[in-house]
Nanobody, 124 residues
Framework: VQLQASGGGLVQAGGSLGLSCAAS????????VGWFRQAPGKERQFVAA????????YYPDSVKGRFTISRDNAKNTVYLQMNSLKPEDTAVYYC??????????????????WGQGTLVTVSS
């Protein structure tokens, strides 16, 4: 499966931005999909994940209540809606996918396929 992340940009603190992860090659419905981010000089960080059946979503405390991951299997796309953005959310955001169920959804090494990343910049 090939992944294409898009939707990044510049937004003021407190604003919102929506990211998309479009898949080609295979149906994304059979994959667990995650979003990660990486700020300059920092480790890649887990942001959100959605189970391959779409019934379960996962977030770290740093984004819980502000970010929402969802999927539209008809469009073969996973979304990340980001609200109440903070300057510390500034990073390159990557989507990733792994086939079937993944209990280690928070671990970047669990994912087999990665998109190219999209830059999100939150100004204060």
């Amino acid at each position: 499966v090939q992944l294409q992340a898009s939707g990044g940009g510049l937004v003021q603190a407190g604003g919102s931005l929506g990211l998309s992860c479009a898949a080609s090659g295979r149906s994304l419905s059979v994959y667990t999909v995650g979003w990660f981010r990486q700020a300059p000089g920092k480790e890649r960080q887990f942001v959100a994940a959605i189970s391959w059946r779409g019934g379960n979503t996962y977030y770290p405390d740093s984004v819980k209540g502000r970010f929402t991951i969802s999927r539209d299997n008809a469009k073969n796309t996973v979304y990340l809606q980001m609200n109440s953005l903070k300057p510390e959310d500034t990073a390159v955001y990557y989507c990733a996918a792994t086939p079937g169920y993944s209990g280690n959804y928070y671990y970047a090494g669990s994912y087999s396929y990665w998109g190219q990343g999209t830059l999100v910049t939150v100004s204060s």
